[in-house]
């Protein structure tokens, strides 16, 4: 039973157009998601991340939004750039401990982005 | 800038070996994680070492152990592999198990094969 979903398994932009990944969750225990990005033979590299508290998160390019009613967060990166090809993981974190949300993370599948040239 | 480095890449193994993927993170972080990539399945937690000296059960932990050998290094280890395991592993580690700000750092990954 997949808890964070990522419909998408690829998604294909233009280059200086907006990419946006999404990400949905069934658990509303959960309290703080991230993003990842991978590119191929590597490990997957933090993008961004955000508390529930929240319902924005930006950095540079890259923002993303959540909406806790709908259990769905999504990934805006604007504008896409070929660099930016690469499978984009969301995630989160199930559980707490004393400090907040824990680094024992649930993935989801991931969306292949290819931003064309 | 190492960060956190896996040994090895590859591996093959017939069913029923025995094998031990090694981390290391040169970064001083506390915590230490190690996930499974499938096809479709993302990643999945398999064990963590919130500090040295603890080690924990993840989501997928059956068919493996741990070892914290001290705050740099773990290991995880198949006892009798089986083809079950095929898989990319993961090694990652963050300052902290609190999430917070404090993300996981990833190894490049150890693709394993059982025959």
């Known amino acids: 039973d997949q808890q964070v979903k990522q419909n998408s398994p690829s998604l294909s932009v233009q280059e200086g157009r907006i990419s946006i990944l999404n990400c949905d969750y069934t658990?509303?225990?959960?309290?703080?998601f991230l993003w990842y990005k991978k590119y191929p033979a590597e490990g997957p590299t933090f993008l961004i991340s955000?508390?529930?508290?929240?319902d924005k998160n930006e950095d540079g390019r890259f923002t993303v939004f959540l909406n806790k009613s709908a259990k769905h967060l999504s990934l805006h990166i604007v504008p896409s750039q070929p660099g930016d090809s690469a499978v984009y993981f969301c995630?989160?974190?199930?559980?707490?401990?004393?400090?907040?949300?824990?680094?024992?993370?649930?993935f989801g599948t991931g969306t292949l982005l290819a931003v064309q040239p | 800038n190492a960060g956190v480095t896996q040994t090895p890449k590859f591996q093959v193994l017939k069913t029923g070996q025995s094998m031990t993927l090694q981390c290391a993170q040169d970064?001083?972080?506390?915590?230490m994680y190690w996930y499974r990539q499938d096809p479709g399945m993302g990643l999945r937690l398999i064990y963590y070492?919130?500090?040295?000296?603890?080690?924990d059960k993840g989501e997928v932990p059956n068919g493996y152990n741990v070892s914290r050998l001290n705050k740099r290094e773990f290991s995880l280890r198949l006892e009798s592999a089986a083809p079950s395991q095929t898989s990319v592993y993961f090694c990652?580690?963050?300052?902290?198990?609190?999430?917070?700000?404090?993300?996981?750092?990833f190894g490049d990954g150890t693709r394993l094969s059982i025959l």
């Open positions: 990652a580690s963050s300052e902290m198990v609190t999430v917070s700000n404090q993300p996981q750092h």
């Open positions: 658990n509303s225990m959960f309290d703080y």
């Open positions: 955000i508390s529930s508290i929240k």
């Open positions: 995630a989160a974190s199930p559980e707490m401990n004393y400090g907040g949300a824990t680094n024992k993370l649930i």
């Open positions: 970064m001083n972080h506390n915590s």
């Open positions: 070492s919130a500090s040295e000296g603890t080690t």
